[in-house]
């Protein structure tokens, strides 16, 4: 199979689109963050991205807390609204209408409205150039009743959505060459088959 060199990017697939909350001088703040990972597992701890004129890393920087809410498809023009506009110049959550809780921590604003809330404390952070790497250990997570099946989460409840790159504008037509590529929104589709099981269909080869 033949392979097309792009250079170094950071392209990766799926990403997934998760609002970053923080006080910031008192004031719950959100921002959209595509760049979010799960770093370690016990104790747990998760890794967000945030560039350096971010008005949310002022907030992170002066509490040493943040959350991570997990949006459903529901608010993915909520979500996209904190990625637009910066909190430094209007209060992003009462434009989106959020509902803003705060649970053990105190100063990790949580949305209510979202699915799915982490809180978090800061252990480490990085200065990797263009971004800040910032590592927090997960105090304690939310989850709405109405997602939860038998007691755990359910991601056909959550309905989660996913920020991707694209090289062609809806409706197929591929971009110009050199042009810069898009990204947009989408959700997670099918299932493909229980993890930890259906490797097993294959066999090591001795």
């Known amino acids: 199979m033949s392979k097309a060199t792009l250079g ?7 990403m997934p ?3 970053v909350g923080a006080n910031v001088d008192g004031q719950p703040d959100f921002t959209t963050v595509a760049w979010c990972g799960i770093v370690n597992g016990n104790p747990p701890m998760i890794s967000v991205s945030l560039q350096h004129h971010r008005h949310s890393l002022k907030g992170i920087r002066q509490n040493n807390t943040f959350s991570v809410n997990i949006p459903s498809v529901d608010q993915v023009k909520e979500t996209d609204y904190c990625g637009i506009y910066s909190g430094a110049k209007t209060a ?3 434009d989106c209408g959020f509902k803003v809780l705060y649970g053990t921590l105190k100063t990790a604003p949580l949305i209510d409205q979202s699915p799915v ?22 105090e304690e997570t939310y989850v709405n009743e109405s997602c939860l099946t038998g007691g755990q989460p359910d991601i056909e409840k959550i309905r989660p959505f996913l920020w991707v790159v694209w090289n062609a504008v809806p409706g ?7 042009a810069a590529l898009g990204n ?15 490797g097993r269909r294959l066999e090591p080869r001795q």
């Open 8 to 14: 170094p990017r950071p392209l990766l697939y799926p």
């Open 17 to 19: 689109a998760v609002l």
């Open 92 to 94: 992003k959550a009462a």
């Open 172 to 178: 197929g037509r591929p971009v110009e060459a050199g």
């Open 117 to 138: 809330n982490l809180e978090c404390r800061v252990i480490h952070t990085l200065n990797l150039g263009s971004h800040i790497e910032i590592i927090g250990q997960i």
């Open 184 to 198: 947009e929104y989408r959700e997670i589709g099918r299932g493909l088959g229980e993890s930890r099981s259906i």
